[in-house]
Structures are given as C-alpha cells and as structure tokens.
C-alpha cells in the first residue's frame, strides 16, 4: 500500500525518492508517483520500482504524505479536486516562491501543509533544505517530514518570513559558489595551468575547504587564518580580494537573489 504520493517526477522528486531508498526510510512499495503526462513517472518508476498512478485519485487515495514536486507554474492549473483528494493528508511542496498562503489555497484540508526550499546538491544526498509548516507539526509528522528531507541532506526549520533569504543563500548559493570555482579555473590557466588541470584543483580546494569547515564547525575566519602568514602568497590574495571589497560584492548579490524571490513569492 502507497504511503507516499508524488505529485511530479522530474529531478527533485527523483532525488528525494533516490535518497529515501538509499537510506530504507521508505520501501519501494510504499511510494508512488502520477504526472499529467506520465512520461517522468513511467521513467521513474521504472528505474526504482516505485508504483506508477495513472490519476490522481489512484495516486492519493492510499497515501498519507503528498510531496508536491511539479513546477510552480503547473500550480494555478493544478486539478481543483485536489483539494479533495489530499483532505487529512500531510502535503509537502518543493515548489519555488509558493507560499504557504497559496499552498493553503490548493490544499485547504489538508492536515498540514509544508512549504520547502530544497537546492541541487539534494541529486547527492548532500543537499540544504529550509522549511517552514502552515501549522504546528505533529510528532509523527515532524518524523516523516525529517526522514524525507534527511534523505537528500541537512533539513533546517525557518520562520516563513526568512525563507527568501534562506533562498538568497542555500538556494542560490549553490550557483555562485560553481560561479566561483570556475572564476579560480579561470584564473589557475591564467597563472599557467592546463584548464583540466585547473578545474581539478579548483573544485576539490572547493570540496575540502568545505568539508574542514563542515567537519571541525569552525568559523571560516579562523580557518583563513590558519593559511594566511603576514605578508605571505595568501596574504597578497586576500589583499586583492579586500581591495575589491569582495565581501561588498557578495552582500549585493545575496540582497539581488532574496529581492527577486520577494517579487516572485508575490506573483502568486
Ligand atoms: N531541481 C532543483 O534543484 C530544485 C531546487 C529547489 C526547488 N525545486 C522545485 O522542484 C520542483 C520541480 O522541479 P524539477 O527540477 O524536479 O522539475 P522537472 O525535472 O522539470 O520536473 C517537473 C515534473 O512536473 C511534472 N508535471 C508537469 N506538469 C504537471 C502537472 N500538470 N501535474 C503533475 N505533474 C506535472 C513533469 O512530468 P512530465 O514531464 O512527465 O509530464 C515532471 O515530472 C519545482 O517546483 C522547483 O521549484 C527544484
């Protein structure tokens, strides 16, 4: 018997289905997936062994738990029956800039309704997911919600009035940190390196600077000390960085993402 429905079967639903098997927090006959074509669920189905709905009320009428996984634009046209269909249930959307309000609209008596902001490294497992509930969660709720999302990365609790900036940073962060790595490619060839060469380098100075940060929770300032010696080759970078007033670019471009999620989270 399905427990877990997915409205949608593209990247995101393929991720979080990925990782909930991988960490057998759900089998593959408790999950099942429908979308207007069906193209995506077939493949999805197919490659996992999760059931395939051809309607939604196939889909819903054995689940608990309805992750909506369309696009957002796909939400004004979305069945009207869904409303119905996902009464008493838990619904958790993935759906950029829908907000809780407008989720409300669609799903009107379900139990609760879950507003998430996921980010691409989900595809591995190594993902940052903010959320924010319409009610407060119930304890088996909250546990559901933990082991969907702990299947794609770290999950963290926001106060909806926070979420566009969350967007600003994990959601969009992602982009600019792949902007950054390849601006280091760019300048490694520069400096006289081969570009594969390069990127090698660029991308696991990325990873394990990262994961030092990640692993020993120490402030990122602390840890650029440890490699910056007065007067020495990081100092002279980190001169240049300075001088270009680095940080004020960064705050510029974080405030533009969160002003534009702004824009679209009203275009409802
Ligand atoms: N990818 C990311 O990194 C990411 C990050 C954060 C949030 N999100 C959110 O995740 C959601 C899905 O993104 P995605 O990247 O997974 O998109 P995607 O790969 O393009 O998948 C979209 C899915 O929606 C299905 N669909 C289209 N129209 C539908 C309808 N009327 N009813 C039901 N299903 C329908 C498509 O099915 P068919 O093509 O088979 O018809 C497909 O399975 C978006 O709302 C996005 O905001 C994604």
């Not at 062994?49 to 696009?71: H, P």
């Not at 907000?99 to 490294?121: C, E, G």
Request: positive net charge.
């Amino acid at each position: 018997m399905a427990k877990l429905a997915f409205i949608g079967a593209g990247r995101m639903a393929s991720a979080i289905v990925d990782g909930l098997l991988a960490k057998k927090a759900f089998l593959a006959s408790e999950i099942a997936c429908y979308t207007a074509s069906g193209t995506s669920a077939a493949q999805l189905a197919q490659r996992t062994g999760i059931r395939k709905a051809e309607n939604l009320d196939a889909l819903l009428t054995e689940a608990d738990v309805v992750v909506v996984a369309f696009k957002p634009q796909h939400l004004a046209g979305a069945d009207a029956r869904l409303a119905d269909l996902t009464a008493g249930k838990l619904v958790i959307s993935v759906l950029a800039a829908k907000t809780l309000s407008r989720l409300h609209r669609t799903f009107p008596k379900a139990r609760n309704v879950i507003r998430t902001m996921p980010n691409t490294p989900a595809a591995i497992g190594a993902g940052v997911t903010g959320w924010c509930a319409h009610q407060p969660l119930l304890p088996t709720d909250r546990s559901t919600l933990s082991a969907l999302l702990g299947a794609i990365g770290l999950e963290i609790e926001v106060p909806e009035t926070q979420i566009d900036a969350l967007m600003a940073i994990s959601g969009c962060g992602p982009a600019f940190v792949f902007e950054f790595t390849a601006a280091l490619r760019e300048a490694g060839v520069a400096a006289g390196l081969e570009r594969d060469r390069a990127e090698k380098l660029a991308v696991y100075t990325m990873l394990g600077s990262a994961r030092l940060m990640a692993e020993t929770q120490s402030e990122p300032e602390a840890l650029r000390n440890q490699v910056t010696s007065p007067n020495g080759t990081t100092f002279a970078g980190l001169q240049r960085l300075a001088a270009r007033d680095f940080r004020g670019m960064i705050l510029e471009t974080v405030l533009a993402s969160k002003a534009r999620s702004e824009e679209l989270s009203r275009d409802t």
